[in-house]
């Protein structure tokens, strides 16, 4: 079965602190906007492995490829 934006989104918002979380995709292909204070003073990189650390094993298993805009709260307001 392949996952779905919502079960994607259900994985973020389970292990990493969301304010704004926006998922689409296809099945198999994903795109997402994801804004958490954990990535405050963090760079590009950090930040999107808090995303797939978030995903975990999933990251390997069921998501074929993910692509992610993360902001902090501020940056999203600006």
Known sequence: MLPTPERIKD???NGLECTYL??????????AL?????FAG???IQRHQLVYAALGDRM?????????KTLT??????
């Open 60 to 68: 390997r298993e069921e998501i074929h490829a993910l692509s992610m």
């Open 11 to 13: 994985y973020i918002a």
């Open 73 to 78: 709260p501020e940056e999203h307001q600006s």
């Open 42 to 44: 963090k760079r590009l």
């Open 34 to 38: 994801i804004v958490s204070p954990a």
């Open 22 to 31: 926006e998922v689409d995709g296809d099945g198999q292909h994903f795109t």
